[in-house]
């Protein structure tokens, strides 16, 4: 069974830092790695999906890495803002589905 | 265009009871499923279609029933309602296209108290 872990649970930076939120996974046969922003009570929004094949995406301030062979994912985010304050989750879907496997989520708070 | 959405936003029910969670895409996605959040344990998969007519169970299908009759629903029935099943219930879609599995959308959640 897949296993996501996502390491720090939670992250302090001040506003303006450029951070980077980790994700590791235990089944390199991973179809696409995804990454979500959740708000308190809210749903999950999509930020950046990476097909197997890649190995990075860019979205504005967003670059979400992955490497299968290591089993790891990335989310840089650059030029922190208080807006981005978030739970931020990264999830593996497997070959043959679209099931996906969740970690448990970075807490950011960016203090202004 | 509404995306993925969900009723009731909160409920609450007592040991026994019986519910169905709803859940509608207007995107014409093939694929749908219902995942509940527990703290300190992630998202995990309850059930999930690959379109009307299919259904098949993920990691934690006990207690909860599904069908899908058309493209755009794909209800989550409660059969008979236990304290183990408070959480926070969320519906995604997605496209299933030999091109490629793609983005998953959610919904904005429905959470239930089971007393």
């Known amino acids: 069974k897949q296993e996501v872990t996502q390491i720090p649970a939670a992250l302090s930076v001040p506003e303006g830092e450029n951070l980077v939120l980790n994700c590791s996974f235990t089944?390199?046969?991973?179809?696409?790695l995804q990454w979500f922003r959740q708000d308190p009570g809210k749903g999950l929004t999509s930020l950046l999906l990476?097909?197997?094949?890649?190995r990075e995406q860019t979205s504005g301030r967003l670059n979400a890495s992955l490497d299968k062979s290591s089993g790891r994912s990335t989310l840089y985010i650059a030029a922190s803002q208080p807006g981005d304050s978030a739970t931020y989750l990264c999830?593996?879907?497997?070959?043959?589905?679209?099931?996906?496997?969740f970690g448990t989520g970075t807490r950011l708070t960016v203090i202004p | 265009n509404a995306g993925v959405t969900q009723t009731p936003k909160f409920q609450v029910l007592k040991t026994g009871q019986s519910m169905t969670l709803q859940c509608a895409q207007d995107?014409?996605?093939?694929?749908m499923s219902w995942y509940r959040q527990d703290p300190g344990m992630g998202l995990r998969l309850i059930h999930y279609?690959?379109?009307?007519?299919?259904?098949d169970q993920g990691e934690v299908p006990n207690g909860y029933n599904v069908s899908r009759s058309t493209t755009e629903d794909f209800p989550l029935r409660l059969l008979s309602a236990a304290p183990s099943q408070t959480s926070v219930y969320f519906c995604?879609?997605?496209?299933?296209?030999?091109?490629?599995?793609?983005?998953?959308?959610f919904g904005p959640g429905t959470r239930l108290l089971v007393l």
């Open positions: 995107m014409n996605h093939e694929y």
């Open positions: 279609s690959v379109g009307a007519g299919i259904t």
């Open positions: 999830a593996a879907s497997q070959t043959g589905a679209n099931n996906l496997f």
């Open positions: 995604a879609s997605s496209s299933w296209t030999s091109g490629g599995r793609g983005t998953q959308y």
């Open positions: 089944d390199s046969a991973i179809y696409n």
């Open positions: 990476i097909q197997s094949s890649q």
